[in-house]
């Protein structure tokens, strides 16, 4: 792999916010030395993600599942609309909070069935009309009567085609938005149809093609995940994965490790093999192409789950749990994990708490500025940017350089929207540059660089992305250069 790719910079949309009187062109340009300083969490979408009814201030991600019966309005047997006061209200509370969203849709969710729920969430027209045609079933799960439907039927397949389809119009590129799962089908909208016994209800393949075919027209810049890349030819698709058994079904780590295998045979005894995922990810005994390299533009995360979710810190962070965890993290190149789990994070003040953002920090991407180099003559600073991490950042944000006076006043702002962060591959380097104007008043200036989070177009509070250097003016905001001009 090609340690440096030429990036076209230009200086794009420069906007000179004064008018110089007494100017000189002579300018003197003194590049900062950028060290290696490790970032500190939160930093926007990598991490443990927390629930979105219990966001913590330590997640720049939230997690959630919501009912198809919020999110979508019956209106015939054709057609329906989006309940976008519903979807609004959740992205504006997340990016309200500084936050970017992992959303996932579901039908059927067993554990909610209960006295006075059968676990099944459609639109009521569409509930009746399917139960009318026997597109229903039910047995039980946990005791209580469980509903599911007919994932066959062509009704409702064209319901869930229709609102991928405005799902996508309104939301792709969404700010606020990290990644849509491919929900909707199956118990908890996994792909599976656990606790639902009928299995002529289960979805066939071309409809299962049908479905991500709609996701994938529908969303060309938001991030989608699946669960399952063996089913409906999903690994053919341009779709990351979400392994909702994590460590206790990723890892080849216990061929590694005999402590390690004994461990998860201890804890595992519902969730059947110990290495889908990792069975997922390599091509499935040879039923399609291994894909190892998939991380590299899709993005890959996960849930713990289990006894890990009900108390996933504490011992997971050490010995080795903490060796297997690490190890996951990196052989999947993940970028967050959700299910912080019922005992929460651990206390703020504790060595676990420590380890914890640790681990956090080891996810995704790690940005930093290699090296700042200048053309006095002709007023250019280059930066060059390498990525510590173990995974890209998967989306373009621009990035951002300012001239600040010695009165901190902004004199000067160029956007380099040309930069591809999105190709920035571990261990990779990419150069971006600026221009500063050839007439300023005499004085000393500081050149300033950033990231844009676009969510900043919905909040006051978005999270920056911090890199890893010194020279922070604030957080996700560099100094790199300083000028004089005579």
Same mark, same amino acid.
């Given at each position: 792999?090609?340690?440096?790719?030429?990036?076209?910079?230009?200086?794009?949309?420069?906007?000179?916010? =004064?008018?110089?009187?007494?100017?000189?062109?002579?300018?003197?340009?003194?590049?900062?030395?950028?060290?290696?300083?490790?970032?500190?969490?939160?930093?926007?979408?990598?991490?443990?993600?927390?629930?979105?009814?219990?966001?913590?201030?330590?997640?720049?991600?939230?997690?959630?599942?919501?009912?198809?019966?919020?999110?979508?309005?019956?209106?015939?047997?054709?057609?329906?609309?989006?309940?976008?006061?519903?979807?609004?209200?959740?992205?504006?509370?997340?990016?309200?909070?500084?936050?970017?969203?992992?959303?996932?849709?579901?039908?059927?969710?067993?554990?909610?069935?209960?006295?006075?729920?059968?676990?099944?969430?459609?639109?009521?027209?569409?509930?009746?009309?399917?139960?009318?045609?026997?597109?229903?079933?039910?047995?039980?799960?946990?005791?209580?009567?469980?509903?599911?439907?007919?994932?066959?039927?062509?009704?409702?397949?064209?319901?869930?085609?229709?609102?991928?389809?405005?799902?996508?119009?309104?939301?792709?590129?969404?700010?606020?938005?990290?990644?849509?799962?491919?929900?909707?089908?199956?118990?908890?909208?996994?792909?599976?149809?656990?606790?639902?016994?009928?299995?002529?209800?289960?979805?066939?393949?071309?409809?299962?093609?049908?479905?991500?075919?709609?996701?994938?027209?529908?969303?060309?810049?938001?991030?989608?995940?699946?669960?399952?890349?063996?089913?409906?030819?999903?690994?053919?698709?341009?779709?990351?994965?979400?392994?909702?058994?994590?460590?206790?079904?990723?890892?080849?780590?216990?061929?590694?490790?005999?402590?390690?295998?004994?461990?998860?045979?201890?804890?595992?005894?519902?969730?059947?093999?110990?290495?889908?995922?990792?069975?997922?990810?390599?091509?499935?005994?040879?039923?399609?192409?291994?894909?190892?390299?998939?991380?590299?533009?899709?993005?890959?995360?996960?849930?713990?789950?289990?006894?890990?979710?009900?108390?996933?810190?504490?011992?997971?962070?050490?010995?080795?749990?903490?060796?297997?965890?690490?190890?996951?993290?990196?052989?999947?190149?993940?970028? =967050?994990?959700?299910?912080?789990?019922?005992?929460?994070?651990?206390?703020?003040?504790?060595?676990?708490?420590?380890?914890?953002?640790?681990?956090?920090?080891?996810?995704?991407?790690?940005?930093?500025?290699?090296?700042?180099?200048?053309?006095?003559?002709?007023?250019?600073?280059?930066?060059?940017?390498?990525?510590?991490?173990?995974?890209?950042?998967?989306?373009?944000?621009?990035?951002?350089?300012?001239?600040?006076?010695?009165?901190?006043?902004?004199?000067?702002?160029?956007?380099?929207?040309?930069?591809?962060?999105?190709?920035?591959?571990?261990?990779?380097?990419?150069?971006?540059?600026?221009?500063?104007?050839?007439?300023?008043?005499?004085?000393?200036?500081?050149?300033?660089?950033?990231?844009?989070?676009?969510?900043?177009?919905?909040?006051?509070?978005?999270?920056?992305?911090?890199?890893?250097?010194?020279?922070?003016?604030?957080?996700?905001?560099?100094?790199?250069?300083?000028?004089?001009?005579?």
């Amino acid at each position: 792999m090609k340690k440096y790719i030429r990036i076209f910079s230009a200086l794009l949309s420069a906007a000179l916010l =004064w008018t110089a009187v007494s100017c000189s062109t002579f300018i003197q340009i003194t590049p900062n030395k950028m060290a290696y300083q490790e970032t500190t969490m939160p930093n926007p979408m990598k991490g443990f993600a927390s629930l979105y009814f219990q966001p913590t201030e330590d997640s720049s991600l939230e997690y959630i599942g919501i009912r198809f019966s919020d999110a979508y309005v019956y209106d015939s047997e054709t057609e329906g609309h989006l309940n976008e006061m519903y979807i609004n209200d959740m992205l504006y509370s997340v990016a309200g909070r500084g936050n970017n969203l992992i959303l996932r849709t579901y039908i059927v969710y067993p554990g909610y069935n209960n006295e006075t729920s059968t676990g099944i969430y459609l639109p009521a027209k569409l509930y009746e009309r399917l139960k009318a045609q026997g597109n229903i079933a039910s047995n039980k799960y946990g005791g209580y009567k469980l509903e599911y439907p007919n994932f066959n039927s062509s009704e409702l397949m064209t319901h869930m085609i229709n609102y991928i389809t405005l799902l996508g119009e309104k939301y792709d590129g969404h700010p606020a938005l990290a990644a849509v799962q491919l929900g909707l089908f199956g118990s908890w909208g996994e792909w599976n149809m656990s606790g639902c016994t009928k299995g002529s209800f289960y979805m066939n393949k071309q409809n299962m093609m049908r479905l991500i075919e709609a996701y994938t027209s529908a969303f060309k810049t938001t991030k989608l995940m699946a669960r399952n890349p063996s089913l409906g030819n999903a690994s053919t698709y341009d779709i990351g994965y979400h392994d909702d058994n994590f460590l206790f079904n990723s890892s080849d780590f216990h061929t590694q490790s005999p402590e390690w295998k004994a461990l998860l045979k201890s804890l595992d005894k519902s969730y059947g093999t110990l290495q889908q995922f990792y069975d997922f990810i390599n091509g499935c005994n040879g039923n399609y192409a291994p894909i190892w390299d998939k991380w590299q533009t899709q993005m890959f995360g996960g849930e713990l789950s289990g006894i890990m979710y009900h108390d996933p810190f504490g011992s997971i962070l050490k010995g080795t749990e903490r060796e297997a965890l690490d190890y996951c993290i990196k052989q999947f190149h993940m970028s =967050w994990i959700s299910g912080v789990g019922r005992g929460g994070i651990p206390d703020k003040d504790s060595e676990d708490y420590r380890t914890y953002l640790e681990v956090a920090n080891s996810f995704g991407y790690k940005i930093g500025i290699e090296s700042v180099s200048a053309d006095s003559s002709g007023g250019k600073i280059s930066v060059s940017l390498t990525n510590y991490g173990i995974a890209p950042f998967y989306y373009d944000w621009d990035i951002e350089y300012t001239l600040i006076d010695k009165n901190d006043n902004v004199v000067f702002t160029a956007v380099d929207d040309q930069f591809k962060l999105s190709q920035l591959l571990p261990e990779v380097s990419m150069q971006s540059s600026v221009t500063l104007p050839t007439k300023l008043e005499k004085g000393e200036y500081s050149v300033r660089f950033r990231f844009v989070n676009p969510s900043e177009t919905l909040s006051l509070v978005a999270k920056p992305m911090k890199l890893a250097n010194n020279n922070a003016v604030s957080d996700g905001i560099y100094e790199i250069a300083t000028v004089k001009v005579k």
